[in-house]
């Protein structure tokens, strides 16, 4: 009975060890560290205002760590500013920057250069005709709509939305249509804009 007894507390070792063993394998497997980080985008040319989704490609695909970290210096954050959770990069002010894609030690840069055209300028479709909205370089611009023209101001800041509190995706715009109040919404992830008026429901309008 002694010698029975004693083999199975070997078996039963043996059985632990191989269990140890077997735990610390698939967790070895389960926390394999990224060797390689491509993005989309190493270089963009992007106008004010303008947002540009970029990609990314980690290995090996069993890498544990998928979530990147972008990071822009604090005084770049007005030249261009990151939208983590959209994967985007929004062109704030002209200027020249670089932000970094950081992953297990690995570290992308891109470069981001933003010129002085804006991207809010040009013409976009609605049902009854096309609405052009022009911009100079202040915060002020205009909205030519069939109905009229509205003069237009510009807010800048964080500005809260039910679907997006990203304080960067929207551009808000103020200004008054033959006496009517109107807001005009720019969506920098869609490239659309929103056309408010008290009393009526809200216009979405695409790029022409």
């Known amino acids: 009975m002694k010698r029975s007894g004693k083999r199975w507390i070997l078996l039963i070792a043996a059985i632990a060890v191989a269990a140890v063993q077997a735990v610390g394998l698939f967790l070895l497997m389960r926390t394999k560290p990224a060797t390689s980080l491509v993005l989309s985008e190493t270089a963009l040319v992007l106008k004010r205002d303008e947002g540009r989704r970029i990609t990314h490609t980690i290995e090996p695909e069993a890498a544990s760590a998928k979530l990147l970290k972008y990071k822009v210096s604090a005084s ?11 994967e985007m990069i929004l062109g704030v002010s002209p200027g020249t920057c670089q932000i970094a894609a950081e992953v297990d030690g690995l570290r992308t840069v891109i470069d981001v250069t933003v010129t002085d055209e804006t991207i809010l300028a040009g013409t976009f479709q609605t049902e009854t005709g096309d609405v052009r909205l022009s911009l100079d370089q202040g915060l002020s611009g205009t909205l030519e709509t069939p109905d009229g023209t509205a003069r237009l101001t510009l807010f800048y800041g964080v500005i809260a939305d039910g679907e997006n509190t990203n304080p960067y995706r929207w551009i808000k715009l103020t200004g008054d249509l033959k006496g009517t109040p109107l807001t005009v919404w720019y969506d920098r992830l869609t490239d659309t804009l929103r056309l408010h008026t008290d009393g009526a429901p809200d216009r979405i309008l695409v790029r022409n």
């Open 76 to 86: 770049d954050e007005i030249i261009a500013w990151v939208d983590e959770q959209n």
